[in-house]
């Protein structure tokens, strides 16, 4: 290629790649807490804040929907790209030598073009098309037949099309991209909803873990004063006060307060394993250390306060509304897309031909044509964009529905939260208060037994009431701590609570 013409084709490159882009900055994605490949150490005391805070980085469940997050950011980037300028570069070399006739009328025997063409290609907000393009041409002859030899033609030009209905106006060519950018604030919703589910998950996998290890500290007193009436019943035996019933007995119940206790180990191992499994351990090769009770203050509940903070920060309806706001979106589209196609466009080129690339950039352009049009399309009975539009509307009325049926299964959840934690206070109160009694009962039978005045099976008895309200108090005040980590999920208080801010 001629040094001339290789200059021109540099100075198109350098200016089409100077031109500015319009791609605005994405969402930025949900970040990642933690590190997943960290080991999992719970050692020494192990709190709640720790144990949340291991599974916001290492729980599986939170890391996929993660992913989704990605993905909707992503899908923002295309929706982008479509009002993104095209650049469009092409060199071409053509080799024509006459036929014979040709020859007989004075054409030249070879000729040779050498062709380098941009072109640029955008998309307008308002759905209007624009085209550039430039092209310099090189031809020399041989022999020479007119002069200047070698020439060089360069011809430029811009058109538009903007559509005037169909596909018209700013709303509807920003339609996807506002449907992408809700799809953004949906799977934000999601994750934190995701999150919000982990906590309550680890939160329920921790109490049960201290409901297990605490009954069965509470069978291993149970283990220990069975075996204590055993080996006083077998003493008294030999001296004659006791029969071999009583000595049975005592060991029936030794026996059952062991198996008891097998069983209560394995539970233990459960549900140690259910919390490293929420933290995303895959080893269960650690061992989990000290658990204990949270302090439980006395919770003021109140529904209207409760089902406020549901609204407000609940992901569910909030995602509910962005899905209709995305239905409203199509079926703005699908109403435009009911109007004929109605476009105008409109053109102007020029020309110039001279003895060197830089004089065909440079110097007088000589040539100069405009074109100017209108263009109608109207499909007969447009039975599909019709039914498209009703499908649309559909859409958004069962989203709706939807809605209200959402925010009626929350009044729902609500008002069962607040219950059971009022029911939970009060059940913590009257289970204390039996454990109480079932204590002082037993101190009473044993004293009873101890002076001659009760039977063994009485005191077994008094043993198995006590071991059963120590339990029932530990199950109360495990389901009230499930009730307020409930109450706190629907309140959407739990990311509050343990420091946790998420994308919106």
């Known amino acids: 290629m001629p040094r001339s013409l290789a200059r021109a084709v540099l100075a198109l490159i350098c200016i089409a790649s100077a031109l500015p882009t319009r791609a605005a900055e994405a969402p930025e994605p949900a970040g990642a807490f933690g590190e997943p490949s960290a080991p999992v150490n719970l050692s020494g005391t192990v709190n709640l804040q720790d144990c949340v805070g291991l599974a916001l980085g290492r729980n599986f469940a939170v890391r996929i929907q993660q992913f989704s997050v990605y993905q909707a950011v992503d899908s923002v980037e295309v929706q982008q790209a479509a009002f993104e ?51 310099l041409v090189r031809t020399n002859q041989f022999p020479a037949f007119f002069p200047p030899n070698p020439s060089y033609t360069g ?53 049960n873990l201290l409901y297990q290890r605490e009954q069965y500290k509470v069978q291993e007193q149970e283990m220990k004063q069975a075996q204590q009436l055993l080996d006083e019943n077998t003493i008294r035996r030999q001296t004659g006060i006791l029969t071999d019933l009583d000595v049975m007995n005592a060991k029936a119940g030794v026996a ?30 650690t061992a989990v250390g ?26 569910d309806l909030a995602v509910a509304l962005a899905t209709i706001e995305q239905y409203k979106l199509t079926a703005l589209k699908a109403k435009r897309d009911m109007l004929p196609e109605l476009n105008v466009n409109g053109g102007v080129g020029k020309g110039s031909y001279a003895a060197s690339a830089n004089q065909s950039l440079t110097g007088n352009w000589n040539g100069y044509n405009w074109t100017a049009g209108l263009t109608v399309s109207i499909p007969w009975g447009m039975k599909a964009n019709r039914a498209l539009y009703h499908q649309a509307l559909s859409q958004v009325r069962s989203e709706q529905v939807a809605y209200d049926q959402a925010d009626q299964k929350l009044v729902v959840s609500v008002r069962a939260a607040v219950r059971a934690v009022e029911t939970g206070l009060q ?16 101190e009473l039978t044993k004293a009873q037994f101890d002076a001659g005045l009760a039977t063994s099976y009485l005191v077994l008895q008094s043993q198995n009431t006590l071991e059963t309200a120590r339990v029932s108090e530990l199950q109360a005040k495990v389901n009230l701590l499930s009730a307020i980590a409930n109450l706190r999920f629907l309140e959407g208080s739990s990311l509050q609570l343990y420091r946790i801010n998420l994308p919106e």
């Open 85 to 135: 300028p095209v650049f469009g570069f092409n060199l071409n070399k053509q080799f024509n030598q006459p036929t014979i006739n040709e020859s007989q009328f004075g054409y030249p025997a070879n000729q040779t073009q050498e062709t380098a063409a941009l072109s640029i290609n955008d998309t307008l907000i308002t759905g209007a098309t624009l085209t550039g393009n430039y092209s």
């Open 427 to 442: 059940s913590v109160r009257s289970s204390s208060e039996n454990t109480q009694y079932a204590t002082k009962a037993y």
């Open 155 to 207: 011809t430029s030009s811009i058109s538009v099309t903007q559509p005037l209905l169909q596909r018209a106006g700013t709303d509807y060519n920003r339609a996807a991209l506002e449907s992408a950018r809700l799809g953004v604030r949906i799977s934000n919703l999601n994750f934190k909803s995701a999150v919000l589910t982990m906590v309550l998950n680890v939160e329920d996998t921790y109490y």
């Open 290 to 315: 000290e658990v204990s009770f949270p302090e439980i203050a006395d919770p003021q509940v109140s529904f209207d306060r409760s089902y406020k903070l549901a609204r407000d920060n609940g992901p």
């Open 256 to 285: 059952a307060a062991k198996n008891q206790l097998i069983l209560d180990q394995q539970a233990v191992r459960n549900s140690e394993d259910s919390l490293l499994q929420l933290l995303g351990d895959r080893e269960f090769s």
